[in-house]
C-alpha cells in the first residue's frame, strides 16, 4: 500500500519555494490518527481486504510500484491531501530532499500519531530494500508531511520499536505481513518518528540524492 512506496516525483531544488506555495506545502493542520481509536466497521472490512494475503501479494508486484506507488503522490497533491489510492487509510504526503542530488521527492506514506510525533513505517511491503525516501528523511532529516514542517528521527531502541509496531497494526494489519517477508530478506523495517519544527531548513543545490 501507499506506506511502502519507494517510486516519487523529482523536482529541482531551484523550485522549492514554488513547492512551498502549492497546495500540499501550506499549514494546515494533519489530522490526527489516534492508533487505538475505535475504528469503524466500513474502516474494519476495508483494511481487511487490503491485508489479505492476496493483496499483500499484489502490493509486492512491480506493476503496484510502476503504477500506484507513482500515481499515489500526484492524486494527493491534486486533491489537496483528501484523498490516494489507500483510499480509507490515513496517508499523507511526504516530501523529502535527496541523499545525494537534493531533489525534492514526494512519496505517500500511512501515518499515524504517538502523541505528539507522528509514526511513519519504512515498510517497502515487506521487499528486500528500504525504500529511498527512508535514505533521503536519514540524510536530511528536515521534511514536510502533509505540508507540515518535521524533523525524522529513526527509532533504535527495541522496545520503542515493538511498542510502535503493536500500534501500527492497529491501522494497517498488513505490516505484520510485512515484517516477516523483510525478515526473511534479512531486512529490518525502520520505523521513523517525526518531530514538529517550525522551520524546515532549505534545500540544498549540493545535497546528495540516493
Same mark, same amino acid.
Given at each position: 500500500?501507499?506506506?511502502?512506496?519507494?517510486?516519487?516525483?523529482?523536482?529541482?531544488?531551484?523550485?522549492?519555494?514554488?513547492?512551498?506555495?502549492?497546495?500540499?506545502?501550506?499549514?494546515?493542520?494533519?489530522?490526527?490518527?489516534?492508533?487505538?481509536?475505535?475504528?469503524?466497521?466500513?474502516?474494519?472490512?476495508?483494511?481487511?481486504?487490503?491485508?489479505?494475503?492476496?493483496?499483500?501479494?499484489?502490493?509486492?508486484?512491480?506493476?503496484?510500484?510502476?503504477?500506484?506507488?507513482?500515481?499515489?503522490?500526484?492524486?494527493?497533491?491534486?486533491?489537496?491531501?483528501?484523498?490516494?489510492?489507500?483510499?480509507?487509510?490515513?496517508?499523507?504526503?511526504?516530501?523529502?530532499?535527496?541523499?545525494?542530488?537534493?531533489?525534492?521527492?514526494?512519496? !505517500?506514506?500511512?501515518? #499515524?500519531?504517538?502523541?505528539?510525533?507522528?509514526?511513519?513505517? /519504512?515498510?517497502? +511491503? =515487506? *521487499?528486500?530494500?528500504?525504500?529511498?525516501?527512508?535514505?533521503?528523511?536519514?540524510?536530511?532529516?528536515?521534511?514536510?508531511?502533509?505540508?507540515?514542517?518535521?524533523?525524522?528521527?529513526?527509532?533504535?531502541?527495541?522496545?520503542?520499536?515493538?511498542?510502535?509496531?503493536?500500534? !501500527?497494526?492497529?491501522? #494497517?494489519?498488513?505490516?505484520?505481513?510485512?515484517?516477516?517477508? /523483510?525478515?526473511? +530478506? =534479512? *531486512?529490518?523495517?525502520?520505523?521513523?518518528?517525526?518531530?514538529?519544527?517550525?522551520?524546515?531548513?532549505?534545500?540544498?543545490?549540493?545535497?546528495?540524492?540516493?
Amino acid at each position: 500500500m501507499s506506506g511502502a512506496s519507494a517510486s516519487s516525483r523529482v523536482e529541482s531544488p531551484g523550485r522549492m519555494i514554488a513547492a512551498r506555495r502549492s497546495p500540499m506545502s501550506d499549514r494546515r493542520t494533519l489530522r490526527y490518527v489516534d492508533p487505538r481509536a475505535q475504528r469503524s466497521p466500513i474502516y474494519r472490512v476495508y483494511v481487511g481486504l487490503a491485508s489479505s494475503r492476496f493483496a499483500t501479494w499484489l502490493s509486492k508486484k512491480a506493476v503496484w510500484s510502476a503504477i500506484v506507488w507513482k500515481v499515489d503522490p500526484v492524486l494527493l497533491r491534486v486533491t489537496r491531501g483528501h484523498l490516494g489510492t489507500g483510499l480509507l487509510l490515513p496517508t499523507a504526503l511526504l516530501q523529502t530532499r535527496g541523499a545525494r542530488t537534493g531533489l525534492i521527492r514526494r512519496n !505517500a506514506v500511512i501515518y #499515524f500519531h504517538d502523541g505528539d510525533r507522528v509514526t511513519i513505517i /519504512a515498510s517497502q +511491503a =515487506g *521487499r528486500p530494500g528500504n525504500p529511498s525516501w527512508f535514505y533521503n528523511a536519514r540524510a536530511n532529516p528536515d521534511v514536510l508531511l502533509g505540508g507540515q514542517p518535521y524533523r525524522a528521527e529513526i527509532v533504535e531502541d527495541e522496545t520503542s520499536r515493538a511498542r510502535l509496531w503493536e500500534l !501500527a497494526d492497529r491501522v #494497517f494489519p498488513a505490516f505484520a505481513s510485512y515484517r516477516e517477508s /523483510a525478515a526473511r +530478506a =534479512g *531486512r529490518t523495517i525502520p520505523i521513523l518518528q517525526l518531530v514538529s519544527s517550525s522551520s524546515p531548513r532549505p534545500v540544498s543545490a549540493d545535497a546528495a540524492d540516493r
